[in-house]
């Protein structure tokens, strides 16, 4: 199995790159009769999305998700469920100077490494916006999930070498991080900012 399929039951590929036409997903094996419509999956799009904050890219991407198979009347049909999210903000020209430097931190290198092939164009599928076909995809899991009583939630715990102190799950939304430590969250975009600033 490749790196781009994930799971045994439900079984998601994602495919695309940062800067090609789309980023999307297949998802097969999930069950027929499941309430599911675009908004319920742009709703955990949107939690992702780029916010215009020190921990985000200034990439302005819409990122709308289409449904392109394996729903019919708001049910899921137990087919191959397709979704697409087409990219409209990329700017491949802004990566040129990259062409022959590998950003420190980043997965292009690792992804020239594993594949051979240089994607200079925001790192092609070592990209964080390819994150957004794994998130669409995961919204459809947790669909399912919750329908059979298993609640997830994710949450940011440490950034920066801040760590929370104290979980409380209704602060989680309540900040640009996720973070369910106000004071936390506070600490780390201050600490995020400063790296920006200084251009680290």
Do not use: W
């Not at 992804?111 to 998130?135: L, P």
């Amino acid at each position: 199995m490749s790196g781009n399929t994930f799971g045994v039951l439900f079984r998601v590929t994602t495919f695309g790159e940062s800067h090609g036409k789309a980023l999307g997903a297949v998802i097969d094996g999930c069950p027929p009769n499941l309430d599911l419509a675009e908004a319920d999956i742009q709703e955990e799009v949107d939690r992702r999305r780029p916010g215009g904050h020190a921990a985000s890219t200034s990439r302005k991407e819409e990122d709308r998700v289409e449904i392109l198979s394996g729903v019919f009347k708001g049910k899921t049909t137990g087919t191959p469920i397709a979704l697409l999210i087409v990219n409209r903000d990329a700017d491949s020209g802004a990566y040129d100077d990259l062409r022959d430097v590998f950003r420190p931190g980043h997965g292009d290198y690792t992804y020239f490494k594993k594949y051979g092939i240089r994607d200079h164009r925001g790192g092609g599928r070592a990209s964080g916006h390819e994150t957004a076909a794994r998130v669409a995809a995961g919204a459809v899991a947790r669909k399912l999930l919750t329908r059979e009583g298993i609640d997830v939630i994710g949450f940011t715990v440490e950034a920066g070498g801040i760590s929370i102190e104290r979980f409380s799950r209704g602060d989680i939304s309540g900040n640009r991080l996720l973070c369910p430590d106000p004071v936390a969250a506070t600490r780390m975009e201050q600490k995020l900012e400063e790296a920006r600033s200084e251009g680290d």
